[in-house]
């Protein structure tokens, strides 16, 4: 099995700075793309930023220039950089990754998603 475990979450002023991660563990063979997602109460899950493993990024338009992706991928794990945070932003992150692990004897791809951890924008 396939764990994603996030941490770096928490309760920041408007123009403060937090930084997530998320490391994955387990049964894994490679991990293809990687991204952070939001969900805000009584909103649609969004996309932030997705990565793939040669590094290319993506990012939502709310939050370029302001978030930074970045993965490790010697250890499984992703990064989020927030700089310039607002109010806006207050929201349950969580952390995807496309896993490669064997299956009965082939190699399959599976989605996993982490638990969320909650970043709170507030004066």
């Known amino acids: 099995q396939v764990r994603l475990v996030e941490s770096g979450g928490g309760l920041v002023q408007p123009g403060g700075s937090l930084r997530l991660s998320c490391a994955a563990s387990?049964?894994?063979?490679?991990?293809?793309?990687m991204g952070w997602y939001r969900q805000a109460p009584g909103k649609a899950r969004e996309t932030v930023a997705v990565?793939?493993?040669?590094?290319?990024?993506n990012y939502a338009d709310s939050v370029k220039g302001r978030f930074t992706i970045s993965r490790d991928n010697a250890n499984n794990t992703v990064y989020l950089q927030m700089n310039s945070l607002k109010p806006e932003d207050t929201a349950v992150y969580y952390c995807?990754?496309?896993?490669?692990?064997?299956?009965?004897?082939?190699?399959?791809?599976?989605?996993?998603w982490g638990q969320g951890t909650q970043v709170t924008v507030s004066s």
């Open positions: 990565t793939t493993r040669g590094g290319s990024t």
């Open positions: 995807n990754a496309g896993v490669t692990r064997w299956y009965f004897g082939a190699l399959r791809e599976y989605d996993y």
């Open positions: 387990g049964s894994i063979f490679s991990i293809n793309g």
